[in-house]
């Protein structure tokens, strides 16, 4: 969440994530061509909503093919077919159009607008499961 990451601060950020929510998850995605790692996709519980969020980051080199849908909407229906969660929530800033046109893709919808991170978010939520 912010943008992208300092060189210097990849390594602190990466190892924050491998902590991951205890039980729920954390994918690495890879390139089915040669298993380069291009992404990942974490789950955690969210700072103010009852709910995990969903979140990833892919390598901007790999932006643009595909990657970020597949893998996390193949992530979103393994929590929410196998797992005892119903919903999940994914927040993004406003001004993140790419990330905003992947969430609604994804069949997301938006919850509301907070602002955090002095910039204004939006906060998206998967539909309730039936």
């Known amino acids: 969440m912010g943008g992208v990451v300092a060189a210097e ?3 602190v950020r990466f190892r924050a994530y491998l902590q991951g929510a ?4 954390i994918w690495i995605v890879t390139a089915n061509s040669n298993a380069e790692p291009v992404g990942l996709i974490v789950l955690n519980p969210h700072k103010d909503e009852p709910h995990y969020e969903i979140s990833y980051e892919f390598h ?13 909407s193949r992530v979103i229906a393994h929590v929410l077919h196998d797992t005892p969660l119903t919903k999940l929530i994914a927040e993004t800033q406003i001004a ?3 990330s905003l046109r992947l969430l ?3 069949d997301m919808l938006e919850v509301k607008r907070i602002r ?6 939006v906060i998206m939520a998967t539909r309730p499961r039936s």
């Open 9 to 11: 601060d990849r390594s």
């Open 22 to 25: 205890q039980g729920i998850g």
């Open 60 to 72: 901007p080199d790999h932006w643009g093919n595909g990657f970020a849908k597949e893998a996390t």
């Open 96 to 98: 993140n159009h790419a």
């Open 104 to 106: 609604r893709r994804l």
């Open 116 to 121: 955090r991170f002095e910039a204004e978010q």
